[in-house]
């Protein structure tokens, strides 16, 4: 078991541009969640997945953002025509079984910058 | 909706020392209670969690924190910081038919060798 793992780790792109990000949870965690963190500020939810079916998306994913689990396994989300704004590390974490409290496991990051 | 408080956005402490980090947590129904670490350039750690077992919660790296109701407080305290126990802490509260954990903005601990 290798943990969570994001790719890219960092990507620097220019406003107006799309970026994609890939998340590969801990293998059979049937439950996967993307957060956004801004510096300073602590994690805030955007989205989360059980198995393959999208059950909750954050105010904070405006249109712009998609996300997708084809198959219950890898994760990607997509930013359509990047703002400065949306310069923050974005975070994946899965878990297993059915409760909010079992305990998610975290990726490293994917620390975008948008110029 | 839930949110936790998180006072003090750095700490300093000589190494040695207490570590003692506050978190005061809101919600209307039980919560389940959490402290991540986050190292430079690292994804979050779970350190410890309460779910309505022992107030008392013991977590890795000789971590522990109390749930104490009447404060509405789950603050993480060590005996004896170590130089490697600088990093950032987030508290962090979610229940039962939520379907995420909502972060406290975090307390930076830095130890003064």
């Known amino acids: 078991d290798t943990g969570v793992s994001q790719d890219p780790r960092h990507k620097i792109t220019k406003r107006g541009q799309n970026v994609t990000f890939r998340c590969d949870p801990i293998s059979e965690h049937n439950r996967l969640y993307w957060y956004r963190q801004t510096l300073g500020q602590g994690p805030e939810f955007l989205t989360y997945f059980q198995n393959e079916a999208q059950l909750e998306k954050s105010r904070l994913l405006s249109d712009r953002f998609s996300a997708e689990r084809p198959k219950g396994s890898f994760s990607t989300l997509e930013i359509q025509r990047t703002e400065q704004g949306d310069s923050a590390m974005y975070l994946c974490a899965s878990s297993s079984g059915t409760s909010v409290s079992n305990e998610q496991f975290f990726g490293p990051g994917t620390r975008l910058t948008v110029l | 909706a839930q949110s936790v408080t998180q006072l003090g956005s750095h700490v300093s402490v000589s190494e040695g020392a207490l570590v003692l980090l506050r978190c005061n947590y809101s919600?209307?129904?039980?919560?389940?209670l959490f402290w991540y670490v986050q190292y430079p350039n690292q994804g979050l750690q779970l350190l410890l969690k309460y779910t309505s077992a022992a107030t008392l919660v013991k977590g890795i790296n000789g971590f522990e924190a109390e749930f104490k109701k009447s404060e509405t407080s789950f603050h993480l305290t060590k005996p004896s910081a170590h130089m490697s126990d600088a990093a950032e802490y987030f508290c962090a509260v979610t229940v039962t038919g939520a379907n995420n954990l909502f972060f406290g903005t975090g307390t930076r601990l830095t130890v003064i060798p």
């Open positions: 919600s209307s129904v039980p919560p389940y």
